[in-house]
């Protein structure tokens, strides 16, 4: 025997529903705060001559800059940018762009590893790594078409203040 909710009739159902539906309606507008009243139009005109003031502009957004004393998380926006302008290049698989461009932008090359743009037998690398070592943390890019989108992060750094697990290139140029 199953026991299913008896409503007298549809009118009465009704009236629930419309209860509900006032209740939760007078809930929401309370929360809400009342606009300002706008001054009266011909009021201020009358009374004082039209004054513009600027409206404000919106800020665009400064570029990331290197802070050398700051952390790895101060210069994650720049290391990030950097990343994202070379992955937008025609060098975007090409590890010395990356150290390069990160070397321009006032990274400590002798801090940098990246690792082999090909396999060994030859072939693209699925993806390629570069770090800079910061203190002891280590900002590390990826990118490549086994990748998307470039990825760029802060973790710590290894033991022996290396960044990047594996074999990487020499960067003797």
């Known amino acids: 025997m199953s026991r299913r909710p008896e409503f007298r009739s549809a009118s009465a159902l009704a009236r629930g529903v419309a209860v ?5 309606t007078l809930a929401v507008t309370g929360c809400t705060s009342t606009p300002d009243p706008a001054p009266s139009a011909s009021a201020s005109a009358a009374s004082a001559p039209e004054t513009r003031t600027p409206s404000a502009t919106p800020s665009v957004p ?5 802070v050398p004393a700051g952390s790895a998380a ?10 994202n302008a070379v992955w937008a290049g025609p060098e975007n698989v090409s590890g010395r762009a990356y150290i390069d ?3 321009a932008a ?5 801090a940098m590893q ?5 396999t060994t037998v030859g072939n693209p690398a699925e993806s390629i790594q570069f770090s800079v070592q910061w203190q002891q ?7 490549g078409p086994a990748t998307g989108a470039p990825v760029a992060v802060v973790v710590p750094e290894l033991a022996g203040g ?4 594996g074999s990487t290139r020499p960067i003797d140029w």
Do not use: R, S
């Open 114 to 118: 990246v690792t082999y743009d090909e």
């Open 20 to 24: 509900c539906f006032l209740i939760g």
């Open 137 to 143: 943390e280590c900002l590390v890019g990826q990118v």
């Open 106 to 110: 006032g990274f400590d090359k002798t």
């Open 101 to 103: 461009a990160l070397a």
């Open 162 to 165: 290396a960044c990047l697990v």
């Open 62 to 66: 400064a570029e990331p800059v290197l």
């Open 74 to 83: 101060d210069n994650l926006p720049l290391f990030t940018a950097v990343t």
